[in-house]
């Protein structure tokens, strides 16, 4: 017999990991706090529940995906009244801090209850293809129990024992494909004042510039793992004044310019302190430094 869970949330991606339990065959509980939400998911199959203590009680596993951590905590606290917590395993898909994660643990822990600390590097419509990652950590035996049960949401990768590694990775993850978005539209919008379209932007930059991204990413760890930002190619100085160029382009035209303004902020500082000829990747130190 399938491993029964639950779901709390129902949002865009809470909605969208219960399909993904229902379409694997996987019994499914759901819950959420605007009960319309769960009307579809009935429709599909799924059991809805009238309280999240209920909820959470049905089955040993509940996955949490809400909007924000807080929510997550008001949720448990009054689930935690019912005295339904004790060997419970909390999946919680909620982008939250290191610390975030490190205190839900540990307070679960006192309940008698673990935590896999989970993140969802994808968006809804994409969960379940074979392209598609969802990072987990915590206690091993967690993960390993429910391994299966995981993988019907997309295929699961372990981060280790320290619960707060997926909300590290999700957190850099989420910050660098986030500017990564905006300085995409900052570049089309600017290239579309001149008649070169979004889409023939994408046609020509976007493959070959996600491959050329792929190599600099390698080549740039490998500089970091080595401790050494000596180069025979592009160096700070090079992305420089390909950035100034962009940015003052982009100012003529009436564009703030704000994501290259502030690249090219960074560049100055690291060639006001010498590091002109070095990496891009050099940056790093700059950054650990927090400097």
Same mark, same amino acid.
């Given at each position: 017999?399938?491993?029964?869970?639950?779901? /709390? @949330?129902?949002?865009?991606?809470?909605?969208a990991l219960a399909h993904?339990?229902?379409?694997?065959?996987?019994?499914?509980?759901?819950w959420n706090r605007t009960?319309?939400?769960?009307?579809?998911?009935?429709?599909?199959?799924?059991?809805?529940?009238?309280? =999240?203590?209920?909820?959470?009680?049905? %089955?040993?596993?509940?996955?949490?995906?809400?909007?924000?951590?807080?929510?997550?905590?008001?949720? *448990?606290?009054?689930?935690?009244?019912?005295?339904?917590?004790? @060997?419970?395993?909390?999946? %919680?898909?909620?982008? @939250?801090?290191?610390?975030?994660?490190?205190?839900?643990?540990?307070?679960?822990?006192?309940?008698?209850?673990?935590?896999?600390?989970?993140?969802?590097?994808?968006?809804?419509?994409? #969960?379940?293809?074979?392209?598609?990652?969802?990072?987990?950590?915590?206690?091993?035996?967690?993960?390993? =129990? %429910?391994?299966? #049960?995981?993988?019907? +949401?997309?295929?699961?990768?372990?981060?280790?024992?320290?619960?707060?590694? =997926?909300? +590290?990775?999700?957190?850099?993850?989420?910050?660098?494909? %986030?500017? =990564?978005?905006?300085?995409?539209?900052?570049?089309?919008?600017?290239?579309?004042?001149? @008649?070169?379209?979004?889409?023939?932007?994408?046609?020509?930059?976007?493959?070959?510039?996600?491959?050329l991204l792929r190599r600099?990413?390698?080549?740039?760890?490998?500089? +970091?793992?080595?401790?050494?930002?000596?180069?025979?190619?592009?160096?700070?100085?090079?992305?420089?004044?390909?950035?100034?160029?962009?940015?003052?382009?982009?100012?003529? /035209?009436?564009?703030?310019?704000? #994501?290259?303004?502030?690249?090219?902020?960074? *560049?100055?500082?690291? /060639?006001?302190?010498?590091?002109?000829?070095?990496? /891009?990747?050099?940056?790093?130190?700059?950054?650990?430094?927090?400097?």
């Amino acid at each position: 017999m399938s491993k029964e869970v639950t779901v /709390i @949330g129902l949002g865009n991606m809470g909605s969208a990991l219960a399909h993904r339990f229902l379409i694997g065959e996987y019994p499914t509980t759901v819950w959420n706090r605007t009960a319309a939400k769960a009307e579809p998911l009935r429709a599909s199959g799924a059991k809805v529940a009238p309280d =999240a203590a209920s909820a959470i009680a049905s %089955n040993d596993i509940s996955v949490i995906c809400l909007e924000r951590h807080e929510h997550v905590v008001e949720i *448990l606290q009054a689930v935690d009244r019912e005295k339904v917590l004790e @060997g419970r395993t909390i999946v %919680n898909l909620t982008l @939250g801090t290191a610390s975030d994660a490190r205190t839900l643990s540990d307070w679960l822990k006192k309940r008698g209850a673990g935590l896999l600390s989970g993140m969802i590097h994808d968006y809804p419509a994409d #969960l379940g293809g074979p392209n598609t990652l969802v990072s987990y950590a915590g206690e091993h035996r967690l993960y390993e =129990a %429910n391994e299966e #049960l995981l993988s019907a +949401i997309s295929p699961p990768r372990y981060l280790g024992a320290d619960v707060a590694a =997926a909300n +590290i990775v999700g957190s850099a993850g989420a910050a660098f494909h %986030n500017l =990564a978005l905006g300085s995409f539209y900052e570049s089309v919008a600017y290239a579309d004042h001149f @008649g070169v379209s979004p889409a023939m932007l994408l046609e020509t930059i976007g493959d070959h510039g996600l491959e050329l991204l792929r190599r600099a990413f390698r080549t740039g760890v490998e500089l +970091i793992e080595r401790g050494d930002y000596t180069t025979d190619q592009a160096a700070v100085r090079t992305h420089y004044d390909a950035a100034i160029m962009a940015r003052e382009d982009m100012r003529q /035209i009436g564009q703030s310019a704000d #994501l290259t303004g502030a690249l090219c902020q960074q *560049l100055e500082s690291a /060639i006001a302190a010498g590091d002109a000829d070095l990496a /891009i990747a050099s940056l790093y130190e700059r950054h650990r430094r927090g400097g």
